[in-house]
């Protein structure tokens, strides 16, 4: 079992940067780790992930503007957010994908979740 816990979110003006981190349990370099986002009435969607390799994917909506990374000795990982807009509000997850080798975006492909974190940008 793992846990991960969010922090991070904050409210922010539009054009404004949010720094996202998740911190999981135990040791989790090995399994693929993932970010989503729902917004109200909007299903959850892939945000960002990336692999035990460091090999990383992202979500047309961000790409430029948010980078995910991982420090693997502290089982921490993360979300930069730059250049952030409205339509990044959202609830944030952090995501673990035990021993997916690539780096999915799809939440089926995760086993666990933690709480969430609110982005609002306005």
């Known amino acids: 079992h793992v846990q991960l816990v969010e922090s991070g979110g904050g409210s922010v003006q539009a054009g404004g940067s949010l720094r996202l981190s998740c911190a999981a349990s135990r040791a989790s370099y090995t399994s693929c780790m993932g970010w989503f986002r729902q917004a109200p009435g909007k299903e959850r969607e892939g945000v960002a992930a990336?692999?035990?390799?460091?090999?990383?994917s992202y979500a047309d909506s961000v790409k430029g503007r948010f980078t995910i990374s991982r420090d693997n000795a502290k089982n921490t990982v993360y979300l930069q957010m730059n250049r952030l807009k409205p339509e990044d509000t959202a609830m944030y997850y952090c995501a673990a994908a035990l021993g997916m080798r690539w780096a999915t975006l799809l939440s089926a492909d995760y086993h666990y979740w933690g709480q969430g974190t609110q982005v609002t940008v306005s």
């Open positions: 990336i692999d035990s390799d460091g090999y990383t």
